[in-house]
């Protein structure tokens, strides 16, 4: 098997996992709550711990396989990935289940954020939109069979069932990529923008931390306030950062403008 189809299994693979596991475990919720001993809304945080992490360490892991290497951070993440997934699968803990969804969301950025850029790094152009659309067809696949898969096992198998059958397709994915040899770097031998990752970090946690508990806590009222202003901190740090996360002068084509503004209007 070639290094070309081996990836491109590899992201079609991670591409429906991704969105799958964020969907199905929406199903699980209330059997999670009786295992737990939990209240439902309390479980909704299994779901919520994975969105936050997996939103907040996005960029920084981009732009970091860009510098060290895209195959390099994806292989990292999917063995990341594995492991949190297969503890979540076994832990018993309410607090630790959550702490581990939440590590599992970051796993899964280091895969978001390259996946599609090693995708388009290894085949040629001829193939790039046949590929693109295989990748984007797995990730509406995996939102849109979730539930339906998820519930299935969980009526018949076991909500921890959903981990460890993932966990175990992960791993599979995770040799299957091992033995790609090859690397594509976007940005080699730049430097790191530590500043701009912890800011970004930051506001991406307190925005969406704040959404989430925004009836329960007064404090929290404040958090997206200060994630507007830590966005503007950002947007400033990046004009004057030599190597940013992102070029905003990427946003002067309007149609990638646009179509990232239709694509988070859908979410």
């Keep these: 098997m070639t290094e070309q189809k081996r990836i491109l299994i590899a992201v079609m693979i991670t591409s429906f996992i991704g969105p799958f596991m964020g969907s199905s475990v929406n199903i699980a919720v209330p059997a999670m709550a009786e295992d737990f001993n939990m209240m439902p809304d309390e479980l909704t945080w299994a779901v919520t711990a994975f969105f936050i992490g997996s939103a907040a360490t996005l960029l920084p892991f981009g732009r970091l396989a860009d510098i060290k290497g895209r195959r390099r951070i994806y292989l990292q993440g999917l063995a990341c990935i594995c492991a949190t997934t297969l503890v979540c699968a076994v832990v018993q803990n309410f607090l630790a289940f959550i702490f581990v969804r939440f590590l599992q969301g970051l796993s899964m950025s280091m895969i978001f954020g390259t996946s599609m850029a090693l995708l388009v790094s290894c085949c040629g152009a001829e193939n790039r939109g046949k590929t693109i659309g295989l990748s984007a067809a797995c990730v ?128």
Excluded at 157 to 166: A, D, V
Excluded at 230 to 247: G, H, N
């Design 140 to 267: 509406y696949s995996g939102v849109s069979l979730g539930p339906f898969i998820g519930g299935f096992i969980t009526d018949y198998l076991g909500w921890r069932m959903i981990f460890w059958l993932t966990g175990i397709a992960l791993l599979i994915n995770f040799f299957l990529i091992f033995k790609v040899k090859t690397d594509w770097y976007g940005a080699k031998d730049k430097k790191f923008d530590y500043i701009g990752s912890i800011i970004y970090l930051v506001m991406i946690v307190l925005f969406l931390y704040g959404l989430s508990d925004w009836t329960r806590h007064e404090f929290v009222h404040y958090m997206p306030f200060i994630a507007f202003i830590l966005f503007l901190l950002f947007i400033y740090e990046q004009k004057k950062v030599a190597s940013p996360l992102v070029d905003l002068s990427i946003f002067r084509n309007t149609v990638f403008t646009m179509s990232n503004i239709a694509a988070l209007c859908q979410i």
